[in-house]
């Protein structure tokens, strides 16, 4: 499992696996459909949010409720695992 940021994704393709961090810009959006996706924002805390799917049925859904978070608290800190379609 690689661990990145959300810049080294965008230059670099996903190839297996990877944690990301540190991604203003959603970069996961750039992966194909079937990648799988497992999201989480302000993990171990009241606030927790998870979602989980492939970028095709959950990516945008993933940007909104990034935004809509991130304007209710004034800051998010979230994290993601990518998984290539096997």
């Not at 991604?23 to 194909?32: A, H, K, L, R």
């Amino acid at each position: 499992v690689l661990i990145t940021t959300g810049r080294q994704l965008r230059a670099n393709p996903l190839r297996g696996s990877a944690v990301v961090m540190l991604d203003g810009e959603c970069s996961f959006v750039g992966c194909p459909p079937q990648t799988r996706i497992w999201w989480g924002a302000y993990l171990g805390t009241p606030d927790e949010i998870l979602l989980s799917g492939t970028v095709g049925e959950v990516g945008a859904r993933i940007v909104e409720v990034r935004a809509e978070a991130r304007a209710r608290h004034g800051w998010i800190m979230d994290i993601y695992l990518l998984r290539e379609p096997a």
